[in-house]
Structure formats: C-alpha cells, structure tokens
C-alpha cells in the first residue's frame, strides 16, 4: 500500500520528473532525506519504473494524432503486437474487448505521414481490419 505522501509526491513527479528534491520536499511539507528516500523505495519497489519526457503543447499541436481500432487474426496477434512496437509513431497499443481486438494511438508529423502510417498498420501480417479517427482536440489529459 503507498501512502497519501506517496501519492502526493508521485502526482508532484508527473507534473514534473525533474523537481528538485528540495521543491518536492517544499511542496509536500517534508524534509529532503523523507523525499530522497520515498523515492528510493519507490523505485526500488517498481512503483517508478523510469521519468519521461514531457513534449511542449507548441510541438504537440503540429503532430496529428489518431485512435486506430484493429481486428487481428487470434494466432497472429502476438505477432502484431511486435510489429507495432517497431513503428516510431505507435505511442500506445492497448488489449480491449469487444469488435476489435487493439486499440493503437499514434502520432505523425503530417496528414501524409498519417495517410502512410495507417496503410502500414492495415498491411501489417495478422491484421484483418482497422478503423481509425483523428483526434481533433484533447479536452482532458492527465
């Protein structure tokens, strides 16, 4: 179980991975050393797993990002799965239920390179159908 301080700070982390230690610890009313140490035994437990990259809204708002549903033949789901984590421009693939199997969300620097991208997942060995919408705008993101 983490504790509300564990949280707190994990929330502070996603705001900003690179804080200082001593903002962190401004911010969540503790000490460094309790900070420093929190995220020891985060990390160690795997609960941080790593820290990111967060991109400016001014070079997001020029890619064009889209949702792309795919049906994959059952014994050759494995297989597209490990030919979507090659492609630079997959940034999430997830399991779901229901009609499609994936639900894949990708980025391109242009409505050209979306064009291509999409032909390149549905051409995918394995893949039965795809559906894809643009996403126009993103009301919330967390």
């Known amino acids: 179980m983490l504790s509300e301080a564990d949280h707190a700070l994990l929330s502070l982390l996603r705001e900003n991975a690179r804080a200082s230690t001593a903002e962190l610890a401004r911010r969540l009313d503790l000490s460094r050393t309790t900070v420093q140490s929190r995220i020891e035994r985060l990390e160690a437990r795997g ?55 994936m639900i894949v969300i990708v980025e391109a620097p242009s409505i050209q390179e979306l064009d291509r991208l999409l032909d390149e997942i549905g051409a995918l060995e ?13 009301r919330i993101e967390r």
Not at 132 to 137: A, K, R, V
């Open 47 to 101: 609960v941080i797993r790593g820290y990111g990259v967060q991109l400016s809204p001014e070079y997001q708002e020029n890619l064009v990002k889209a949702h792309v549903l795919v049906t994959a033949l059952p014994k050759l789901a494995p297989r597209v799965e490990n030919a979507l984590r090659k492609i630079t421009w997959v940034r999430t693939l997830h399991s779901v239920s229901g009609q499609f199997d």
């Open 126 to 138: 394995g893949v039965e159908r795809t559906m894809s919408s643009i996403i126009l705008s993103t």
